[in-house]
């Protein structure tokens, strides 16, 4: 479910995806995830143009995936341009519209052709879960944010912030100025402590900070 197993797992379902966008087959294979895992609020493939052929949410294959396009997402059109993965900045998902980071890769198609994309948006309610964080010694206070200071997850829990600026100001500007080290500043629980921050690395780069 996080960003580096979503990385792990793409080529596979790059390649069950990689023949002519037929929606039967598309939809057998991404209907698959919602039954298997809590962690997207959605899946799917876009065409070259944005239009999203097939596509599933927590509640099943979506029925009229055409009506949706994306070719204005910030993560469609980097996708495209970087034959690579990419992740997103946190928005609300192009199919349900929970609020989560959309990772996208582009699907394998004809050489000098845009290629189509396969997206996952990854529920940002599903990172407090994630196992580095719950399993912090006792006492430790984790938030994770992105490089706009969004509160993306946070250990103990802070469901109803979650998508919003992170309260703290001065630790926010200390995260988003200093983005690595130790500084004494006022955290999450109100208290003045020293506090750790690093960039999580892997696919999402410096694009959270924890």
Known sequence: ???????????????DLAGPPY???????????????????AVGA??????????????????RPTAHNVS???????AQA??????????????????SLVAARPIPGPPGRPPSIM?????????????????????????????RGTLLGAVPAMDERIGRPLRDRALAHTLLTQRRGTADVVGPD??????????VGGPAGTQMLV
Do not use: M
């Open 1 to 15: 479910g996080s960003p580096v197993e979503h990385r792990n797992a793409d080529p596979a379902f790059s390649r």
């Open 23 to 41: 929606r039967s087959g598309c939809e057998r294979v991404l209907g698959l995830v919602p039954r298997s895992t809590r962690k997207y609020s």
């Open 46 to 63: 876009a065409l070259p143009d944005g239009t999203v052929y097939c596509g599933a949410t927590q509640q099943g294959v979506t029925r």
């Open 72 to 78: 204005g997402a910030g993560w469609f059109r980097a």
């Open 82 to 99: 970087r034959r690579g993965f990419v992740l997103g900045e946190y928005g609300p998902d192009p199919l349900s519209g929970t609020g």
């Open 119 to 147: 997206f996952a948006a990854i529920d940002a309610r599903s990172f407090s879960e994630a196992t580095a964080l719950k399993d912090a010694p006792r006492g430790t206070t984790f938030v994770l944010i992105d490089d």
């Open 190 to 199: 109100g208290v003045k402590r020293i506090q750790a921050f690093d960039p």
